[in-house]
């Protein structure tokens, strides 16, 4: 019985890392997920995960995936895989923010602080690039 | 051109709304001391239900006798008066900026519509420009300001415009959209788009002394 265990085990494991993967990179992800929003007024921003953060040097899920604390952003928390429109609704619960106002604020913001990347409505509400 | 984005959104627009504010306050009390010094007497004769009622007609197409005269130009005149206020103020991508970065939202037109409206804003800029130098009578009145002040406003919408389109490139256009709608803003004190603040005080002057002193419409 025991012989037998533990290669399932193993092969539990396996298949875990693999669910896992998406969690860790986004190598798929193109555009910013725009399923929270019930009408669509734009093309979702383009976004692919893995070339935005190896461009700008970003190694910390933190430094977008936060947590909340007391109604407050809290940097500390990773929420990678949960998402954003768990707690971000389109319409903005009493305290929170909303969804677009998230968005906005955490690409363009950051941006604007870095002086680097898009800032302007068209250079990222686009088609993907061929 | 990052920088001078960041320029046109932060200090220049601080600085745009400011010299809007604050230079429209000085010339309204700047003219309200010229007009009590130069023509004092009409304080005796002026007249708040003259004013409104002429107010009413002239607000009103085709409410006044000078609107009747020429129809083309007085509806030109009521739809891009309309749209000039209409589509900046309930515009997605304005509402967008303060919605992010001060958290104040108001609904907005839909991006089709909007974007109509703006183009009919720019056509109608190139028609009062065709009229300011082909039209004999209003070329006589024309000055270099009135062609650079309506072409600044036909700017600021068509940059906005291609903007929105994507067409050439979105940082620059942008930022070129930004910085004339910052000039046409401070312009308005201190150019003939002044109107904007002194037209309701002209005509009630007008209104008040045709009502009060020489008993006629002025409408």
Same mark, same amino acid.
């Given at each position: %019985?025991? @012989?037998?265990?533990?290669?399932?085990?193993?092969?539990?494991?396996?298949?875990?890392?693999?669910?896992?993967?998406?969690?860790?990179?986004? @190598?798929?992800?193109?555009?910013?997920?725009?399923?929270?929003? /019930?009408? /669509?007024?734009?093309?979702?921003?383009?976004?692919?995960? +893995?070339?935005?953060?190896?461009?700008?040097?970003? !190694?910390?899920?933190? !430094?977008?995936? &936060?947590?909340?604390?007391?109604?407050?952003?809290?940097?500390?928390?990773?929420?990678?895989?949960?998402?954003?429109?768990?707690?971000?609704?389109?319409?903005?619960?009493?305290?929170?923010?909303?969804? %677009?106002?998230?968005? &906005?604020? @955490?690409? %363009?913001?950051?941006? %604007?602080? @870095?002086?680097?990347?898009?800032?302007?409505?068209? +250079?990222? &509400?686009?088609?993907?690039?061929? | 051109?990052?920088?001078?984005?960041?320029?046109?959104?932060?200090?220049?627009?601080?600085?745009?709304?400011?010299?809007?504010?604050?230079?429209?306050?000085?010339?309204?009390?700047?003219?309200?001391?010229?007009?009590?010094?130069?023509?004092?007497?009409?304080?005796?004769?002026?007249?708040? #239900?003259?004013?409104?009622?002429?107010?009413?007609?002239?607000?009103?197409?085709?409410?006044?006798?000078?609107?009747?005269?020429?129809?083309?130009?007085?509806?030109?005149?009521?739809?891009?008066?309309?749209?000039?206020?209409?589509?900046?103020?309930?515009?997605?991508?304005?509402?967008?900026?303060?919605?992010?970065?001060?958290?104040?939202?108001? #609904?907005?037109?839909?991006? *089709?519509?909007?974007?109509?409206?703006?183009?009919?804003?720019?056509?109608?800029?190139?028609?009062?420009?065709?009229?300011?130098?082909?039209?004999?009578?209003?070329?006589?009145?024309?000055?270099?300001?009135?062609?650079?002040?309506?072409?600044?406003?036909?700017?600021?919408?068509?940059? *906005?415009?291609?903007?929105?389109?994507?067409?050439?490139?979105?940082?620059?256009?942008?930022?070129?959209?930004?910085?004339?709608?910052?000039?046409?803003?401070?312009?308005?004190?201190?150019?003939?788009?002044?109107?904007?603040?002194?037209?309701?005080?002209?005509?009630?002057?007008?209104?008040?002394?045709?009502?009060?002193?020489?008993?006629?419409?002025?409408?």
């Amino acid at each position: %019985m025991k @012989q037998r265990t533990i290669p399932f085990a193993l092969a539990a494991l396996v298949v875990a890392c693999f669910l896992a993967m998406p969690a860790l990179g986004q @190598q798929d992800m193109k555009t910013i997920p725009d399923e929270g929003f /019930k009408t /669509k007024t734009r093309l979702p921003a383009v976004f692919n995960h +893995d070339e935005h953060n190896e461009k700008a040097g970003i !190694a910390e899920c933190t !430094a977008c995936h &936060h947590g909340e604390k007391d109604g407050k952003r809290d940097p500390e928390a990773d929420t990678s895989g949960i998402p954003c429109s768990d707690c971000h609704s389109a319409v903005a619960k009493p305290g929170r923010t909303s969804l %677009m106002r998230a968005f &906005h604020k @955490q690409c %363009m913001g950051c941006h %604007m602080d @870095q002086k680097k990347g898009p800032v302007t409505c068209g +250079d990222c &509400h686009k088609p993907l690039p061929k | 051109m990052h920088a001078l984005y960041d320029l046109a959104v932060g200090p220049l627009a601080w600085l745009a709304f400011g010299v809007f504010i604050i230079g429209s306050i000085y010339r309204l009390l700047a003219m309200r001391a010229l007009a009590l010094k130069k023509d004092g007497a009409f304080m005796t004769y002026i007249s708040w #239900p003259h004013a409104i009622k002429s107010l009413v007609h002239w607000f009103t197409p085709f409410g006044a006798l000078g609107w009747k005269e020429n129809p083309g130009v007085t509806i030109a005149t009521f739809v891009f008066h309309i749209c000039l206020f209409l589509v900046p103020i309930f515009l997605m991508g304005h509402i967008v900026l303060f919605d992010t970065f001060r958290g104040w939202s108001w #609904p907005a037109l839909p991006d *089709g519509v909007a974007d109509a409206l703006a183009i009919v804003v720019v056509l109608i800029c190139a028609y009062f420009l065709w009229r300011r130098l082909s039209v004999p009578e209003v070329r006589f009145l024309t000055t270099p300001q009135d062609v650079f002040v309506v072409s600044l406003v036909g700017l600021t919408f068509l940059t *906005g415009v291609l903007a929105y389109h994507r067409i050439g490139d979105n940082l620059v256009l942008t930022t070129l959209h930004i910085l004339c709608g910052e000039a046409m803003l401070a312009a308005i004190p201190f150019t003939r788009l002044s109107h904007m603040l002194f037209a309701v005080f002209s005509r009630g002057y007008i209104a008040s002394e045709f009502g009060s002193v020489r008993f006629a419409k002025d409408w």
